[in-house]
T-cell receptor, first 110, second 116 residues
Framework: EDKVVQSPLSLVVHEGDTVTLNCSYEVTNFRSLLWYKQEKKAPTFLFMLTSSGIEKKSGRLSSILDKKELSSILNITATQTGDSAIYLCAGGYNNNDMRFGAGTRLTVKP | EAGVAQSPRYKIIEKRQSVAFWCNPISGHATLYWYQQILGQGPKLLIQFQNNGVVDDSQLPKDRFSAERLKGVDSTLKIQPAKLEDSAVYLC??????????????FGPGTRLTVL
């Protein structure tokens, strides 16, 4: 059965800390690995990683895909309180289908 | 650019009642998705439409859930009759591209359903 597992489930840090969120996937016909940030309700897109683009960076956020280990990490440097959210990882497969992990709840304290 | 619109934002019903959710995707987006997100879990795909055709409804509980996208634009998701375990946030998403490489999905604000 396809599954996506994220760790840790929750994380509390202080502003300025660097965090690493983990995602492992077992997805049939894997196409891509996506990261979303969920504040309140609607997830917002962060990164998409495929075999042709295994490392992405945007500001303080970066992500790497390890296709050999079937895993991905999301790094956030110099965290801010506005980074507090649930970070969702999803394995993309077949015709635009995605299987989401349960998410990592990140809390950044002042 | 207007985002994905959903209504209502909140709904409280009693078990065995019926409920319907509405979604209007971003203009020009051919693909529309309905997800169910139970508290503490990631979103789970219920159904995917491409234009007005169903691409994947393998995880839709068809004995009580139904969805349609008659004109290939907005969509409704219905639950009849509702059960306690249907309490969740129902998210609608849309994307421009289909197939591979997959397109980014844009999510609406969701509808929080509480079944008492």
């Amino acid at each position: 059965e396809d599954k996506v597992v994220q760790s840790p489930l929750s994380l509390v840090v202080h502003e300025g800390d660097t965090v690493t969120l983990n995602c492992s996937y077992e997805v049939t016909n894997f196409r891509s690995l996506l990261w979303y940030k969920q504040e309140k309700k609607a997830p917002t897109f962060l990164f998409m990683l495929t075999s042709s683009g295994i490392e992405k960076k945007s500001g303080r956020l970066s992500s790497i895909l390890d296709k050999k280990e079937l895993s991905s990490i999301l790094n956030i440097t110099a965290t801010q309180t506005g980074d507090s959210a649930i970070y969702l990882c999803a394995g993309g497969y077949n015709n635009n289908d995605m299987r989401f992990g349960a998410g990592t709840r990140l809390t950044v304290k002042p | 650019e207007a985002g994905v619109a959903q209504s209502p934002r909140y709904k409280i019903i009693e078990k065995r009642q019926s409920v319907a959710f509405w979604c209007n995707p971003i203009s020009g987006h051919a693909t529309l998705y309905w997800y169910q997100q139970i508290l503490g879990q990631g979103p789970k795909l219920l159904i995917q439409f491409q234009n007005n055709g169903v691409v994947d409804d393998s995880q839709l509980p068809k004995d009580r859930f139904s969805a349609e996208r008659l004109k290939g634009v907005d969509s409704t998701l219905k639950i009849q009759p509702a059960k306690l375990e249907d309490s969740a946030v129902y998210l609608c998403a849309s994307s421009f591209l289909t197939g591979y490489p997959r397109g980014e999905q844009f999510f609406g604000p969701g509808t929080r359903l509480t079944v008492l």
